[in-house]
């Protein structure tokens, strides 16, 4: 029971943050490209920290496959949403220039 809240909770952990890093884009959209894609590279940072961290530590957790799932999720999820939000705030500034 335990193991399902730990994948829950991961996975509402990314679709939060996917949500904080949209809304972050949208507030700074006409910032310079330092402060806009702050929380993306946030995200994909703890993403690859973690990932790194799975790579190095997973065959310590082989017995707990809830942890290691709910490892995995994170890691991947940060770095999808990482990829979304870039994805989202560059074409909304290439749509921004296209319509100038």
């Known amino acids: 029971m335990l193991g399902i ?7 509402l952990l990314v679709i939060l943050s ?4 949209i809304k972050d ?8 490209k330092q402060k806009k894609y ?5 995200l994909f940072t703890i993403g690859f920290i973690l990932s ?10 082989n017995d707990n496959m809830d942890l290691t799932m709910s490892w995995m999720l994170l ?3 940060f ?6 939000i870039f994805a989202i705030g560059h ?3 290439q749509k921004n220039t296209d319509e100038s």
């Not at 809240?5 to 991961?10: A, N, P």
């Not at 996917?18 to 890093?21: L, S």
């Not at 961290?53 to 310590?60: F, L, N, P």
């Open 79 to 84: 770095l999808i949403s990482a990829a979304g």
């Open 18 to 21: 996917f949500i904080w890093g």
């Open 38 to 42: 702050r929380v993306p590279a946030f």
């Open 75 to 77: 890691s991947s999820g």
């Open 5 to 11: 809240l730990f994948i829950i909770g991961s996975l």
């Open 52 to 61: 790194a961290g799975y790579i190095v530590g997973a065959k310590r957790f």
């Open 91 to 93: 074409l909304s500034q």
């Open 25 to 32: 884009i949208r507030k700074n959209r006409d910032q310079e």
